[in-house]
């Protein structure tokens, strides 16, 4: 009998979840069908509310976006708004940041992650995966010998974590994409076990 609900368990708390993130994602998208004027809202003139509206238009909008901003009018108009944004003292800072993370996150030329690492961590007799970002040219004109800069992410929210300079001969390559390493964090080394047996 333990057996079997355990089994159960298995099945369902995963689905559970998924289901759970999914509709909270999607409420959450939804939200911006409240930006439109009550009578273009689609449950004015449907007379019943339908979930997922709110994707489809925040998906529209961020792709009207993106092409408003590959033309020429477009890239000046954003450059102004950066440029006004700029020259705000607090917001500046805010902005300036955000925006640096996500293009470099985002981009498809970007080098968030350069590869994945092996560093010691918490303690000179343990090991810990990294991902090795960029080092800034102030840090290293400072430093005697070859350093790199990692982070180190937390388990299993690997968009916390911990920042560090280390000697570049205190690491380990890995062969190991960083997404794949991404899922090990995230599943606390449970999904490493699938290497092992060869799938991928």
Do not use: C
Request: proline share 7%; aromatic share 10%; no cysteine.
């Amino acid at each position: 009998m333990k057996r079997y609900f355990i089994t159960g368990l298995l099945i369902w708390v995963p689905l559970g979840i998924t289901l759970w993130v999914l509709d909270l994602l999607i409420g959450t998208l939804d939200q911006s069908l409240t930006l439109l004027p009550v009578e273009w809202q689609p449950e004015a003139w449907l007379g019943v509310r339908v979930p997922g509206l709110g994707v489809i238009l925040t998906a529209l909008v961020i792709l009207l976006t993106g092409v408003f901003a590959a033309n020429f009018f477009g890239q000046k108009l954003i450059d102004w708004t950066e440029a006004l944004l700029a020259r705000i003292p607090v917001v500046k800072s805010i902005y300036g940041s955000v925006k640096q993370v996500s293009d470099t996150l985002l981009s498809g030329n970007g080098h968030a992650f350069r590869k994945v690492l092996l560093v010691r961590y918490p303690h000179p007799q343990a090991w810990s995966l990294a991902f090795q970002t960029n080092v800034p040219a102030e840090v290293l004109a400072k430093l005697p010998d070859e350093h790199v800069a990692v982070f180190i992410p937390t388990t299993p929210s690997p968009v916390n974590g911990f920042y560090f300079y280390v000697k570049k001969s205190d690491t380990i390559d890995l062969d190991l994409p960083v997404d794949r390493a991404l899922k090990y964090i995230v599943s606390m080394g449970v999904a490493s076990s699938d290497v092992r047996s060869g799938t991928p």
